[in-house]
């Protein structure tokens, strides 16, 4: 190298101790500089130079150091040397604490025009990023980091563009979105719905903020996400599955039709027995909201669980068969007057209905039965009058009050059913938080 002309010794030196830096070398990175900057070469050489000096002391832990030689470089009178330098002093002095954030994007914005298209401006849009997402503010830093999607197969937008990824799992699937309002986790995702990614992770985003949604009652949007993935996303049994949400999204919405629609159009053959049980009873409860009660026994067919027991119960409540459906609403009480816990808004439904049941069937001895086993809950009750009503012994003068404990019942039946479908997706939520299978839907978002 000593054969070469000044100037391409402090060239070539340079060069090769940034190499060194990047590999992260820094001791022949040290060497090769000390090498470069000692040279008789002009001013703007041995500034550029420094720069490289300056960024190997800030690597070697000397922050204060490097900071100082930074604001040197950026007193250069060309740009390729003065706007990287101004950046290095914008990021040490915020990381230093020298400047806030505001400061410190503003002027890491205002060198983006001075480095324009090259790997400065690219280095500018990766720190902005970082500064936002550090400061909560995620919505600009996704901004700002999909405009260097711009520069093409460049390896630094390459870098770029996976801190983008990053950034959207972070916020979706790492939790940082979950400090935003539902509707603002909403807007943010769908303004950058391309970003999400394919197979098991971006399933499980949609589901995140669907769980979201749902708690807070803004069904519709809740509706739109799954009704996006299945006709975009997915295939097969993650289609079918996704679409029992969705029906039990639009029943809660008293929508029994469009559940029912979301059902049929993705019935398939090969299925496995949960979910098919699961379909069968949201569309048993939707041909019931439909007043089509046979068709939806029917659809029940001999399934004894409790979820299709407690449509039967729905159905023959409507249907006024007092005896069978009292019977089916003891039944799903089971032993659950063994506890003194205050009982969960779907059980106090059905012992209010049970216990109006046994009255219009005159049966004193059963609704003995149950006042002896349940009367102690009256007093934690959220409807206290209406079971205090339903649990009172036959005396033939409270018609006015059976009857509104009668439409208590039906109300608190459907809020009940609502309560604990809310839970069931946060318990899905919860259980596709576990390290999921690597394999990847048939289409990509």
Known sequence: ?????????????????????????????????????????EPLEKLAAYLIDAQIIEASGDKVRALNVFKA????????????AAMHVAMLSYELRDADANKTLAQLDSLRFRGRGDGTELKIIGNMGKIYLNEGRYREALQVLRSGQSFGNDPRAVEIQTSLNQAFRGLFLGGMADGLQPVEALGLFRDFQSLTPQGADGDQMVRRIVRRLVDVDLLDDAAQLL????NNRLEGVAKSSVASDLAAIYLMDHDPQKALQALWSTRTTLLPKAILSERAVLEARALTELNEPDKALDVLGRDSSVDADDVRTDIYWRQQDWAKAAALLEKRLGDRYKGDAPLALADESRLIRA??????????????RLSDHYSKFITTASSADALRVALAPLDGGALNARNFALAAAQSDSFSGWVSGMKKRFRDKDDASAKPASNTPPAKTA
């Open 73 to 84: 470089c950026a007193r250069a009178s060309e740009d390729r040397i003065a706007a990287p």
């Open 1 to 41: 190298m000593d054969q070469f002309p000044a100037e391409w010794r402090t060239r070539l030196a340079s060069a090769y101790a940034n190499s060194a830096l990047q590999m992260k070398d820094l001791k022949t990175a040290a060497t090769l500089i000390n090498y470069a900057v000692v040279q008789p070469s």
């Open 227 to 230: 009704d996006y993935q299945i």
């Open 355 to 368: 216990g109006v049941a046994y009255s219009l069937l005159k049966d004193q001895k059963s609704l003995t």
